[in-house]
């Protein structure tokens, strides 16, 4: 029998009884688990292989919960707040001792999110405690954007994904914590940099390890197939190379029109959100298709194309 299931009063049960529940989100699914239950976050850690230095967003109702959970609250992470929440954003707050030390990897700050999906806020609203959640895949592999993506990772460990649909931004939220009272962008992501900077002014990025041992989860190589994939400029020549083997392909907007190629469009009309939305679900494809290599389109590096680039060059060998 299938775990894919809509039924919020089960997720609740489940959570509450300190179980694991698949649930849905605007980015990715998130594997869930109540925040206070040590059993819960454990099996959080194991299901996914995650390694325990690698801390887990908690997931709040409303951003009236973050008064409850942090020490203090920057101005601009106000303003963030309000502007964006629900929504793709994680801010990086300064704990209390009210959160575990196991969520955050016993680092001083935790990251804290209002997810945008009505079926999740609906759960969240009716359970006493928020829910930790990485994204529901093996520590490095894609991330899920549709349920089936979760069952095939995780059927025999889990009693539940809870439906939602297909993700409408289908990338990990935009992560950012302060230096002082200055927001740093730790990890690119659903939400733009210029809609950022648009409510903040001018926000500078740290989301490589070296730069930022504040954004741990940040790995050089993440988010990966399984099928050898690259990253290119030029799709169509670096096809050509590869002429004796099965090619998939991921391209923008434009397609090669090459029947020997297995091709996968982002998005036609050229939308970055389309082209979001399907880039997990596209990788996931192709990767069942047991190709021999997967060529990828860099994204032109603005908006969510510069969010998309990071993603790819960490799932590829870049060339
Ligand atoms: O869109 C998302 O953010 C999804 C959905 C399910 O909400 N969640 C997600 O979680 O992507 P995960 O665990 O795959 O990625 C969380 C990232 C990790 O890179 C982790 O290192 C970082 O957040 N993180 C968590 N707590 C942190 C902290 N206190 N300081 C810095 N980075 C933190
Ligand atoms: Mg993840």
């Known amino acids: 029998m299938s775990i894919i299931s809509t039924d919020i009063q089960k997720a609740v049960h489940l959570l509450t009884n300190e179980e694991l529940v698949a649930i849905p989100t605007e980015t990715v699914y998130g594997l869930a688990g109540n925040i206070y239950s040590e059993k819960a976050v454990k099996r959080i850690f194991s299901t996914k292989k995650r390694p325990f230095f690698n801390p887990l967003i908690v997931h709040i109702a409303s951003a009236k919960a973050l008064q409850t959970m942090t020490t ?11 502007a964006f929440w629900p929504g793709s954003m994680t801010l990086v707050l300064k704990k209390n001792e009210k959160i575990p030390d196991m969520i955050t990897a016993g680092k001083d700050t935790v990251a804290i999110r209002v997810p945008n999906h009505p079926v999740t806020l609906a759960l969240l609203k009716q359970l006493p405690f928020p829910l930790a959640a990485p994204s529901a895949n093996p520590f490095g592999s894609i991330s899920p954007t549709k349920p089936e993506h979760v069952e095939s990772y995780f059927k025999n460990d889990i009693l539940q994904v809870l439906d939602g649909g297909a993700c409408s931004n289908g990338i990990e939220s935009t992560i950012i914590g302060f230096e002082k009272e ?71 907007k434009e397609s090669l029109n090459n029947s020997s190629l297995t091709e996968i469009i982002l998005s036609d009309n050229g939308s ?28 032109p590096n603005n908006g969510l194309g510069k969010s998309m680039n990071d993603r790819l060059q960490r799932a590829t060998f870049t060339i």
């Open 72 to 82: 203090h609250i920057p101005e601009k992470a106000k303003l963030l707040a309000d």
């Open 182 to 252: 200055t927001p740093v962008i730790f990890r690119l992501g659903a939400l733009a940099l210029e809609d950022i900077e648009a409510v903040v002014g001018s926000v500078s990025i740290k989301n490589k390890k070296e730069e930022s041992p504040d954004a741990p989860g940040m790995l050089a190589r993440h988010y990966a197939p399984s099928t050898q994939t690259l990253l290119v400029d030029d799709v169509a020549s670096e096809a050509k190379k590869h002429s004796t083997k099965k090619v998939g392909v991921l391209v923008f």
């Open 272 to 299: 970055m959100q389309e082209a979001a939305s399907k880039l997990y679900d596209s990788l996931h494809e192709l990767d069942r298709q047991k190709l021999d290599i997967i060529i990828a389109e860099r994204l």
